[in-house]
């Protein structure tokens, strides 16, 4: 346990200390197996040399040495007196006994820069490489293996982090070329009906008229339909231009508060409720508190919001605004029946499922809240309550957005 932590510590210590441990370690071992390599080197030099020295004179005088005196060692023997090839074993150990711990530590510091080299910069390159060369054929599956906490550790986890808002960003983008193609799609949805009420109020007119089938007042009532179609269309394109407008239009924030954003909505809200004949209230909470958000932005959520809940209601539309931590909540309910379907198909650019849809709506609303609230860094709820249909809209404080 002990050792495998050490080992843990070592692994992750920085490039500079890492090639000063590297060194050191290599410089002691080298140090190390030169010392025994000159023991060795001198136990065989002596060796050789006792083959060629008077034995019985030596070892009488190691018998008559005075005890005091120091160890008498075999006394060195010319290379002339010896056979060529004990003259070069000679040779190579006085070399080894001069130059070994040398030689053996410079060996050490090459072999240690050399691993140094392996472990701690070849690896993490070539992976870094490997990775980069992923990144640019689009394969983004993968994880860098390299987890030491150096200073190319710290460059690999940034470079990881980086494959990971590649691949966020990739989503992203799908997702609005989705999100376009459905819009695409509902635009194309909507703008059939009016036209195909239209052909069809034509086609009778250019087989009833020469006939003369068609009084005057079924006649006019058909132009005042197909005037009314026209206007539809009209409005649809206005509409289409104002969304255009602020979905390309970066978000703009500005200091406000609930209370100023709820009596904006208020004059929205009192309007469209006059027009369909309906109640409208409002409340804000934490009045005085400054929010920096994008106020016309919200306003728009609530204007479709408030439309559609009008729409469905059977008297009443109640709003709520109010912060929740980092967030602005736009909450619009009504006492209608509710919703008919699942809380994914409200939020699509159309859906037809509720009975009381007709031919003078586009089912493009919910979808543009929700289009704008994920812009404002937040999303959109719908839930069915005991007394009706509820939708919460949420804007995450411009401090927060990205």
């Not at 932005?297 to 059977?314: K, P, Q, W």
Request: glycine share 6%; hydrophobic share 40%.
């Amino acid at each position: 346990m002990g050792s495998g932590v050490s080992m843990e510590k070592i692994r992750n210590l920085s490039l500079r200390k890492s090639i000063i441990v590297y060194m050191l370690t290599g410089i002691v071992i080298g140090f190390i197996l030169g010392a025994v390599i000159v023991l060795e080197a001198e136990r065989a030099q002596e060796q050789i040399w006792w083959k060629y020295v008077d034995q019985d004179r030596f070892i009488e005088e190691m018998q008559n040495r005075n005890p005091d005196a120091f160890d008498v060692t075999i006394p060195r023997v010319s290379n002339e007196n010896m056979s060529r090839t004990d003259a070069r074993l000679s040779e190579l150990c006085d070399f080894l006994t001069t130059y070994g711990i040398l030689v053996l530590c410079a060996a050490g510091i090459v072999v240690s820069t050399f691993l140094f080299y392996r472990n701690k910069i070849r690896r993490p390159l070539l992976e870094l490489n490997l990775a980069a060369k992923k990144i640019a054929d689009n394969d983004l599956d993968f994880e860098i293996g390299y987890q030491s906490k150096d200073e190319l550790g710290v460059l690999c986890r940034e470079f990881d982090h980086m494959k990971e808002e590649l691949a966020q960003n990739n989503q992203k983008m799908w997702r609005m070329v989705e999100d376009e193609q459905v819009l695409r799609s509902a635009i194309a949805h909507d703008l059939r009906t009016p036209l195909t009420v239209l052909k069809g109020y034509q086609e009778m007119m250019m087989e009833f008229i020469p006939e003369e089938k068609l009084d005057r007042e079924a006649l006019l009532d058909m132009l005042k339909e197909s005037m009314g179609q026209v206007e539809r269309l009209e409005r649809f394109l206005d509409r289409m231009r104002a969304f255009s407008a602020l979905e390309r239009e970066p978000i703009s924030c500005m200091d406000t508060t609930a209370a100023e954003i709820a009596e904006q909505i208020e004059k929205t809200g009192e309007m469209l409720a006059a027009a369909s004949g309906k109640q409208f209230e409002i409340f804000a909470g934490g009045e005085g508190e400054k929010l920096t958000l994008d106020r016309d932005l919200i306003l728009e959520v609530a204007e479709n919001l408030i439309t559609n809940a009008l729409r469905y209601a059977a008297s009443k539309v109640s709003v709520v605004v109010c912060r929740e931590a980092d967030r602005l909540v736009l909450e619009v309910k009504d006492d209608g029946t509710g919703f008919t379907i699942s809380e994914e198909e409200a939020k699509q650019a159309f859906t037809s499922a509720n009975p009381r849809d007709d031919l003078k709506h586009f089912g493009l609303g919910m979808y543009i809240s929700e289009v704008f609230c994920k812009k404002h860094g937040g999303h959109l709820e719908v839930e069915n309550q005991r007394d009706g249909a509820c939708v919460r809209a949420y804007f995450r404080l411009c401090t927060d957005v990205k």
